[in-house]
């Protein structure tokens, strides 16, 4: 794969689910090309490096997270999203609005 995301969902500070979603197709103009070659080694590593990096950015405890990857001109461009996900029920009063006392 030469792109996709890589996500990882956090559940009480540990990994609950993860999986990655493969871009197997790319256009350019009207051609459309495969993308079957992979990461090499030295892409695969520095794909590491950047997703353990930005663990230590993480400050909650519930939550998902995703990298995403591509290669752009024999280049591997890397973000990483971070998404909380807290349960907020207990801020909900018996109207089901959003109670701050």
């Given at each position: 794969?030469?792109?996709?995301?890589?996500?990882?969902?956090i559940?009480?500070?540990?990994?609950?689910?993860?999986?990655?979603?493969?871009?197997?197709?790319?256009s350019?103009?009207?051609?459309?090309?495969?993308?079957?070659?992979?990461?090499?080694?030295?892409?695969?590593?520095?794909?590491?490096?950047?997703?353990?990096?930005?663990?230590?950015?993480?400050?909650?405890?519930?939550?998902?997270?995703?990298f995403?990857?591509?290669?752009?001109?024999?280049?591997?461009?890397?973000?990483?999203?971070?998404?909380?996900?807290?349960?907020m029920?207990?801020?909900?009063?018996?109207?089901?609005?959003l109670?701050?006392?």
């Open positions: 794969m030469t792109s996709g995301t890589v996500f990882v969902q559940r009480n500070n540990a990994v609950g689910k993860f999986g990655i979603r493969h871009f197997p197709l790319e350019k103009g009207t051609e459309i090309q495969t993308m079957d070659k992979g990461l090499s080694e030295k892409e695969q590593h520095s794909f590491r490096e950047t997703a353990l990096e930005s663990l230590k950015l993480k400050r909650w405890t519930h939550g998902e997270i995703q995403e990857f591509a290669m752009r001109q024999n280049k591997l461009c890397t973000s990483v999203t971070f998404e909380s996900n807290y349960n029920s207990n801020l909900l009063g018996d109207t089901g609005r109670r701050f006392d």
